[in-house]
């Protein structure tokens, strides 16, 4: 699927449970993977994280920086298991 760039990968869905900021153990998996898939699919859409739920804006922001990652064609997953108002203010973040 490298090619067809209508495909998104989601590197880890909910690697940890429950909240940001992950583990460095984490970090560094979603960077492996990153530039692994970027290196065969640089066109392809990538997602990081998945967070099963939301927290603070610190502690996901803690975890987007600890990345070295072309945002242009990459983003935040979570799920929103907490209300829509959280994941609303978390969309605005960028």
């Not at 998996?29 to 603070?56: C, G, R, W």
């Not at 804006?57 to 799920?79: E, I, K, M, T, Y």
């Amino acid at each position: 699927y490298k090619d067809d760039t209508w495909v998104v990968y989601e590197i880890y869905n909910e690697p940890e449970q429950w909240e940001a900021p992950y583990s460095d153990d984490t970090i560094q998996l979603q960077q492996d993977m990153y530039d692994l898939i970027h290196a065969h699919a640089p066109d392809t859409h990538i997602l990081f994280f998945s967070y099963p739920s939301l927290s603070t804006a610190d502690a996901v922001l803690q975890d987007v920086q600890r990345l070295n990652v072309d945002w242009s064609n990459a983003s935040v997953a979570w799920h929103g298991y907490t209300d829509l108002t959280d994941v609303s203010f978390y969309i605005c973040l960028n």
